[in-house]
């Protein structure tokens, strides 16, 4: 797949050894690969199997919705899923699965996107104006 349509996420060294997150989504989100986690994330892709998989097991996402892959039934008829790539929400849970310090860097980036819509938000909500539905 171009990795055009996937979006882009990855931890760079920007200027003055400081780190930055190169963050352009497709469609509100992007999606990553197995190679790809484990460049973002600092770790060798057995952790990034067994994160996945932990959260894919304890329904922490929507499946079909967050990941692209291949649906493999067993023998005893139970469906397994062999992930291929994940988006933005897995990787979100990922990053606080995770024990790296890109991990650490990430979470960081993550609340603090949060934490200033919040503030925006709550100085919108606190304002003198009275407003109405039409």
């Known amino acids: 797949m171009n990795n055009m349509n996937k979006g882009r996420l990855i931890i760079e060294m920007g200027k003055a050894n400081k780190a930055d997150v190169i963050f352009r989504p497709v469609n509100g989100t992007v999606w990553m690969d197995k190679n790809e986690l484990c460049e973002l994330f600092g770790v060798y892709i057995p952790e990034i199997e067994i994160c996945i998989n932990s959260i ?29 790539e994940v ?15 890109q991990a650490y860097f990430l979470r960081e980036w993550f609340m603090e996107r949060i934490l200033k819509q919040e503030r925006l938000l709550s100085s919108f909500l606190t304002t003198d104006y009275a407003f109405s539905l039409n």
């Not at 469906?79 to 291929?84: A, D, L």
């Not at 988006?87 to 310090?101: D, G, P």
């Open 87 to 101: 988006n933005m929400e897995v990787i979100i849970a990922m990053s606080f699965r995770l024990c790296s310090a």
């Open 56 to 84: 894919v097991e304890k329904k922490i996402v929507h499946t079909e919705k967050t990941c692209r892959f291949h649906r493999v039934i067993k023998g005893n008829n139970s469906i397994v899923y062999e992930i291929q």
